[in-house]
């Protein structure tokens, strides 16, 4: 990417995450990322879920900014994913279940992809 590119998502990137969190508030939205320090938040599913999402963005920031593809870190996201399917017995939302199935067969195919 250009510095002009990255000038551009950058300041897009503020200027949407301002309006959308001047319209939720930002005190509600302060009080959202206090949870993160708050020792009840970090219940199993929620551990869980922090790690598959980190898993993801490791797998997801190089690929689309960088065209890096870490193919090694698709075990990690394979695992996550099943472990969040799993674990939605406390959040049973189909949005959840189909991205996480979703995200299973894409962990495969690039795996076998690799390894075969």
């Known amino acids: 990417m250009t510095f002009e590119q990255v000038a551009y998502a950058v300041l897009s990137t503020i200027i949407i995450v ?11 939205i302060k009080d959202c990322y206090a949870n993160w320090f708050d020792r009840s938040y970090w219940t199993n599913y929620n551990i869980v879920e922090a790690v598959s999402w980190l898993a993801k963005a490791m797998v ?50 690039v795996l076998v992809q690799h390894l075969f």
């Open 18 to 28: 301002f309006v959308i969190y001047k319209h939720i508030g930002f005190q509600a």
């Open 60 to 109: 997801i920031v190089p690929g689309l900014i960088f065209g890096v593809n870490v193919w090694q870190l698709y075990f990690v996201t394979l695992i996550t994913s099943a472990m969040l399917i799993w674990a939605s017995e406390k959040k049973v939302l189909p949005t959840l279940v189909g991205f996480n199935t979703l995200w299973i067969w894409l962990s495969c195919m």
